[in-house]
């Protein structure tokens, strides 16, 4: 079963860790993809870059429009995903409350549709 | 010597190929040990075979030539292993070239060749479905040890990238080269470690069942390699009449595939299913398996499941379904094997032979079972037998409530379709002449 599982936060939330404690928290986060990319249950892990560097892409008459934003001051927006293939939902709870940062910041858990039904 | 195979004939190079999988596996590891280095030479042997026999012809001891590729393969890796190195050269030197190549696993006039072939597949099943490995790798392993399916190709069945996949693989050799598992049939636990093989099938099985991909030409289907590695556990176990039964389950199942979904992916309920579309030689077969085997005694729950689905099977239609005698083996299912999905199919039998409310009073005691009250399962069956009740506002509710927390694609398509169905009947009667809004 596959489970997205994301990370909210805005620049407000990043500022509060102090610059020489990144290199190690980025190093447990490394050291959690590494050992669930062993286990084949992390299928990928993505940060997202800032939210200035976000556009908004629409289609008018036919031809695409690109403009900045979303604009979200003050909204906290995704950070990272991470998609994984897990055996139930329970263990998808278990990898998400093992998050480096699980005791300060909630991972959202979304179950992803599948293409298959699921009774026989 | 050789036949010519013409490029039609590559499908059954293929299929003898992985008939011929588990038999040289299971004689390497048995003879050298080592699982991990034995399953990578016999894939290895099995790739040189796909690309040679097609032009070249398969050899008249296919078992044969597979098994000498595989342990040449294997003695490179060992030689090339230099820390390994003599203790490795001594075992094989002390086996015969002879003896490495000349059984053929189908000479009859060598049947304890035969036996212990029997044997290695059947170690090896135990192997790959042991219980220190995680399902998702039993799994994995069951198919490509056993079932010689490419990584690549499961991958493809369970739509994870291949580098996941192989890594999912290659843990579960690691957990088992690390020596805790052995290779030997378990002595005292054996009908726990069979059930845990039927499991693993079972769920392959149901992968390939409920997958809506349509026909894929490159990869097997799931359920047609269930169904032939069930064939085999049977050939292997005649007597365990969960296995038979097991068989018989998935060949009535899977006799329903062709009506079971629309061209366009929509799921097809049984009662509204195409009878004339399924397909009558594997219920004739399932039918007989099961009707074999139930006599035998010794009643487990895929036998039960299996009578089921016979029961439906046998109805050219849902009218004519027998149902007093499906919800007699309901009520035997729920002793052998309580659950509360078992609970939520008898309430549905109940409601077909007691009525509606019969039905809803059941599932009533079931929305206080924890696993249950989220359910889309229960939801949906409430909202079926509200349907047949009558109460088409609650219905409706609950196919909407249901598709919500289905995380199935065409289920959802088809509870919402439901739903929509009920709200325009709600309303009332459409074409009164009034002009459409």
Redesign the interface.
């Known amino acids: 079963?596959k489970y997205l599982l994301m990370i909210y936060g805005n620049q407000e939330k990043w500022s509060t860790f102090a610059a020489e404690d990144w290199p190690r928290e980025i190093a447990k986060q490394d050291a959690y993809n590494k050992k669930y990319?062993?286990?084949?249950e992390l299928?990928g892990a993505y940060g997202l870059a800032d939210a200035a560097a976000a556009k908004l892409v629409t289609r008018k008459d036919g031809v695409p429009v690109l403009s900045d934003g979303p604009y979200l001051e003050t909204k906290e927006y995704m950070a990272s995903f991470y998609l994984v293939?897990v055996?139930s939902e329970e263990r998808a709870y278990e990898l998400a409350a093992e998050m480096p940062w699980a005791d300060q910041n909630p991972t959202e858990v979304w179950?992803?549709?599948?293409?298959?039904?699921?009774?026989? | 010597m050789a036949e010519p195979v013409t490029d039609g004939h590559r499908r059954p190079v293929e299929d003898l190929l992985r008939e011929l999988a588990p038999q040289v596996l299971g004689t390497l590891t048995s003879r050298y040990g080592h699982f991990d280095a034995c399953e990578d030479a016999t894939q290895e042997a099995l790739l040189k075979a796909a690309r040679h026999w097609p032009e070249d012809g398969i050899p008249q001891s296919p078992r044969g030539w597979l098994l000498t590729v595989a342990s040449r393969v294997l003695i490179d890796e060992f030689r090339s292993d230099s820390s390994r190195r003599r203790r490795e050269d001594v075992v094989f030197a002390a086996t015969p070239q002879s003896e490495l190549v000349g059984r053929p696993a189908d000479s009859i006039a060598d049947p304890d060749g035969v036996a212990a072939d029997r044997d290695d597949s059947l170690k090896l099943l135990f192997l790959c479905c042991h219980p220190s490995l995680?399902?998702?790798?039993q799994i994995a392993l069951t198919l490509r040890a056993v079932g010689g399916l490419t990584t690549a190709q499961i991958a493809a069945a369970?739509?994870?990238?291949e580098a996941?996949?192989a890594?999912?693989?290659s843990?579960a050799k690691a957990t088992i080269g690390s020596g805790a598992i052995r290779f030997e049939m378990p002595a005292g636990e054996a009908d726990e470690r069979v059930r845990a093989v039927q499991h693993v099938l079972y769920l392959i099985f149901?992968?390939g069942?409920?997958?809506?991909?349509g026909e894929d030409l490159t990869a097997p289907s799931l359920s047609d390699e269930a169904i032939r590695l069930t064939r085999l556990l049977l050939r292997l176990l005649p007597e365990d009449s969960e296995t038979a039964g097991l068989l018989a389950l998935m060949l009535l199942?899977d006799a329903r595939r062709p009506a079971r979904t629309l061209p366009d992916?929509m799921?097809v309920p049984l009662a509204e299913q195409d009878r004339t579309r399924w397909t009558s030689a594997s219920i004739a077969e399932g039918v007989a398996l099961i009707s074999q085997t139930l006599p035998r005694g010794a009643v487990g729950p895929y036998q039960l499941q299996a009578a089921i689905a016979a029961v439906h099977d046998e109805a050219p239609t849902m009218d004519d379904t027998d149902w007093p005698q499906i919800l007699g083996l309901y009520d035997l299912l729920e002793k052998a094997a309580p659950n509360p999905m078992t609970t939520l199919n008898r309430a549905v039998a109940v409601a077909m032979v007691h009525g509606p409310q019969a039905g809803l009073e059941l599932i009533a005691a079931l929305e206080s079972d924890g696993r249950m009250a989220r359910s889309h399962?229960l939801l949906a069956t409430r909202a079926h037998l509200r349907e047949l009740a009558g109460d088409g506002n609650g219905a409706a509710s609950d196919y909407r409530q249901a598709a919500r927390r289905?995380?199935?694609?065409?289920?959802?398509r088809y509870l919402t379709g439901r739903a929509a169905a009920l709200d325009r009947r709600n309303r009332g009667p459409a074409g009164d002449g009034s002009a459409p809004v």
């Open positions: 079963m990319a062993a286990t084949g299928l293939d055996e179950p992803i549709l599948h293409e298959s039904a699921t009774d026989a | 995680s399902v998702p790798s369970f739509l994870v990238p996941t996949m890594q999912r693989i843990r149901n992968e069942y409920t997958a809506s991909s199942t992916g799921l399962r289905t995380a199935s694609v065409p289920e959802r």
